[in-house]
């Protein structure tokens, strides 16, 4: 199984769409399958939108992927 280090949400969108490049789909049929819009996926994958839990669950499920999520508390800000 394939781990992912996610520190922000352009790393997080990097994720999503290698994942789904490997997986063969195209944004189009991963938006259709997960029930979301092809343009917030685009954004998502940009970096430019975050998901909600909800959106979150559907993308992985439909991935084939398992998401773990810790809190640091270390956002790099003093």
């Not at 490049?21 to 917030?40: I, K």
């Not at 685009?42 to 998901?51: D, F, H, N, V, Y």
């Amino acid at each position: 199984m394939e781990e992912w280090i996610v520190r922000s949400a352009e790393d997080f969108g990097r994720s999503i769409a290698d994942i789904r490049h490997a997986r063969g789909l195209t944004q189009s049929e991963l938006a259709a399958q997960g029930g979301l819009s092809r343009p917030w996926l685009a954004k998502l994958e940009a970096g430019r939108s975050t998901p909600v839990l909800d959106h979150l669950f559907r993308l992985t499920r439909r991935l084939g992927a398992t998401v773990t999520i810790t809190f640091d508390g270390d956002d790099g800000q003093a």
